[in-house]
């Protein structure tokens, strides 16, 4: 895929964007109906523990979003297409937001569950550090330098960061924290383990999430589009106006 920043003709949102829209307002509608309604009421937490299906989805998607930036990072370094450095940059942005919403759901959470709204357990510690290495990210994206140097640079940033996403993963299970519960794969004994139920419930809004991640990284993709012909157009007019 090329993108030539004089040609309009890629800037109008594709069909497989439109669908995507409208297919996201029956899945949050859904998903809204899943978590509130149709799951049970945890018998410890009660009705806070509903804000595990945001939390989880919301990790799971940031994960993912880094991992977006990884891929298109190393896309970049190898050939320099300029698209590649966007969709990169509109990642990452996405990821922080979904970080942001992890760490505000997440102490929400922990006062119920172990009466304080912050600790340093090894999950949310890392996950405060990727939260920071990916503002830093941000910030240099928006560096006042040649967007050649400021995209290989911030390449080098999201590759680099990447690095903290499969220790926030494993932290839990390196440092031995027994305050966040393996969610999924390890059973009801060790504190994972759902019912069936709540199961569907936090697949299905992963799958919601991950929908409206895609719709997002489209939307920002056409924003970032839209200012490099509006740059290109105005700096074409200079010219001429100088000539």
């Given amino acids: 895929m090329t993108f030539k920043e004089d040609d309009l003709s890629h800037l109008a949102p594709s069909k497989l964007h439109k669908n995507l829209v409208i297919l996201s307002i029956p899945m949050v509608l859904v998903s809204l109906y899943l978590v509130f309604i149709w799951s049970p009421v945890e018998r410890i937490m009660g009705p806070v523990q509903k804000i595990f299906y945001f939390h989880v989805a919301s990790a799971w998607n940031a994960f993912f979003a880094f991992f977006i930036v990884f891929i298109f990072s190393l896309l970049y370094i190898v050939t320099k297409k300029r698209l590649y450095d966007l969709i990169a940059g509109v990642s990452g942005e996405i990821g922080v937001i979904f970080t942001t919403i992890v760490l505000t759901t997440g102490p929400i959470w922990a006062r119920s569950a172990w009466n304080t709204w912050w600790t340093w357990e090894p999950r949310l510690t890392t996950t405060l550090i990727l939260f920071f290495m990916y503002m830093a990210y941000i910030m240099v994206r928006h560096l006042d330098i040649a967007w050649q140097k400021r995209a290989r640079l911030s390449a080098v940033f999201g590759i ?35 019912d069936s139920s709540m199961l569907v419930t936090l697949i299905f809004s992963v799958a919601t999430l991950t929908v409206i991640y895609i719709v997002l990284l489209q939307k920002g993709l056409y924003v970032e589009k839209l200012k490099i012909y509006v740059q290109s157009m105005k700096a074409k007019k200079q010219e001429k106006m100088i000539s």
């Fill in 160 to 194: 680099i960061g990447f690095a903290n996403v499969p220790i926030v993963y494993m932290s839990i299970r390196w440092w031995e924290s027994n305050l966040h519960p393996v969610v999924i794969s390890e059973g009801a004994e060790t504190g994972g383990g759902l």
